[in-house]
């Protein structure tokens, strides 16, 4: 069983960064294809950005989050730059088995690990 821990949310003004951090526990991070995803007020659960044996991010962070990964540390990152009030939301850290996985990585329902979310919030 693999456990997903996030970290590094917070309250930042609009043009700041933040990092976020995923750690992963109970299997090496490398066996495992990512995501970050995020779930506004009121709005449904949105893919952020994937890793398998590429990255890839969604059109409305492209050029401000980058994800990346450490499998010495056993962790992925998420970047985030020019933050803007819409990027506030809980964000969440997603896994599934690399073996197992054949889709884009782009859907909710294709990771059946989920870390308990980290805050963001950017002020305007």
């Known amino acids: 069983q693999v456990q997903l821990v996030e970290s590094g949310g917070g309250l930042v003004q609009a043009g700041g960064s933040l990092r976020l951090s995923c750690a992963v526990s109970g299997r090496t991070i490398s066996d495992y294809a990512m995501g970050w995803f995020r779930r506004a007020p009121g709005k449904e659960r949105e893919f952020v950005a994937g890793?398998?044996?590429?990255?890839s991010v969604a059109d409305s962070v492209k050029g401000r989050f980058t994800i990346s990964r450490d499998n010495a540390k056993n962790t992925m990152y998420l970047q985030m730059n020019g933050l803007k009030p819409e990027d506030t939301a809980v964000y969440y850290c997603a896994a599934r088995l690399l073996i197992f996985f054949s889709g884009s990585g782009t859907s909710a329902h294709e990771y059946n690990f989920w870390g308990q979310g980290t805050q963001v919030t950017v002020s305007s």
């Open positions: 890793i398998k044996l590429t990255t």
